[in-house]
């Protein structure tokens, strides 16, 4: 039989870059990613999976520094109303740090692209599979950047028909994701919101059975 498996070392760097991924908002004032770097961290994003081979991602660099500002306004504006939804943690979330729009290297918004809709494949009875391969192909871009010493930052606090208008998306593309990188000061050792102490992550454990719902999965170490 053919071993397909990476290297000890190769596997390693695999496993490390997974467990050292951050959602990052502190990011180096006035730095810059080249655009060797650029071009490898996009064509890593273009790599990923995407169900039917639709592709349905489309990813906008935003370069002008006021067009920053005016997404930096509207994710402003959606602060305010999410911290206003979570009525006792109002003031809790607004000493969040949520975003770093105006401070990143590099702002990109993503979007479901236009003409999505013509995939049947594997949308039939799950159409929110475009979504899904969205979501891939940024955790592909997530994932390059901390190989690359880089932090990103997934902000999510926005309204889609607002930025769309904003960016000239057609009707039916949607806006779905704004992300921030660049060189970062450090990477915590723990997602930013445990340290904040806003949320705290679960075990493996609760989140994996075996043939039912309620059935644990007897697996060593998976309750870790």
Same mark, same amino acid.
């Given at each position: $039989?053919?071993?397909?498996?990476?290297? !000890?070392?190769?596997?390693?760097?695999?496993?490390?870059?997974?467990?050292?991924?951050?959602? $990052?908002?502190?990011?180096?004032?006035?730095?810059?990613?080249?655009?060797?770097?650029?071009?490898?961290?996009?064509?890593?994003? &273009?790599?990923? %999976?995407?169900?039917?081979?639709?592709? %349905?991602?489309?990813?906008?660099?935003?370069?002008? @520094?006021?067009?920053?500002?005016?997404?930096?306004?509207?994710?402003?504006?959606?602060?305010?109303?999410?911290?206003?939804?979570?009525?006792?943690?109002?003031?809790?979330?607004?000493?969040?740090?949520?975003?770093?729009?105006?401070?990143?290297?590099?702002?990109?918004?993503?979007?479901?692209?236009? @003409?999505?809709?013509?995939?049947?494949? @594997?949308?039939?009875? $799950? %159409? &929110? $599979?475009d979504l899904a391969s969205v979501s891939c192909a940024i955790q592909n871009l997530w994932l390059?950047?901390?190989?690359? @010493?880089?932090?990103?930052?997934?902000?999510?606090?926005?309204?889609? &028909?607002?930025?769309?208008?904003?960016?000239?998306? !057609?009707?039916?593309?949607?806006?779905?994701?704004?992300?921030c990188l660049g060189p970062v000061p450090e990477f915590p050792d723990h997602p930013q919101l445990?340290?904040?102490?806003?949320?705290?992550?679960?075990?493996?454990?609760?989140?994996?059975?075996?043939?039912?719902?309620?059935? !644990?999965? %007897?697996?060593?170490?998976?309750?870790?």
């Open positions: $039989m053919t071993d397909h498996a990476f290297s !000890p070392a190769e596997r390693g760097a695999i496993y490390r870059v997974i467990a050292e991924r951050r959602d $990052m908002r502190r990011f180096v004032p006035d730095a810059s990613v080249s655009e060797e770097v650029l071009t490898r961290l996009l064509q890593a994003a &273009h790599a990923a %999976p995407s169900v039917g081979l639709m592709q %349905p991602w489309r990813f906008i660099r935003i370069t002008e @520094g006021a067009l920053r500002g005016q997404i930096a306004a509207i994710v402003d504006e959606e602060r305010q109303r999410t911290a206003e939804a979570l009525g006792p943690r109002k003031d809790e979330f607004l000493a969040l740090k949520v975003e770093g729009i105006l401070d990143c290297a590099e702002l990109f918004v993503v979007a479901l692209r236009d @003409g999505r809709g013509a995939h049947v494949f @594997g949308r039939r009875t $799950m %159409p &929110h $599979m390059a950047a901390r190989a690359e @010493g880089l932090g990103m930052g997934w902000v999510s606090i926005f309204d889609p &028909h607002r930025l769309g208008e904003l960016l000239g998306l !057609p009707d039916d593309a949607e806006a779905v994701a704004v992300l445990e340290i904040d102490d806003w949320a705290h992550a679960r075990p493996l454990g609760e989140f994996v059975s075996e043939n039912s719902w309620v059935t !644990p999965a %007897p697996i060593v170490g998976w309750s870790t």
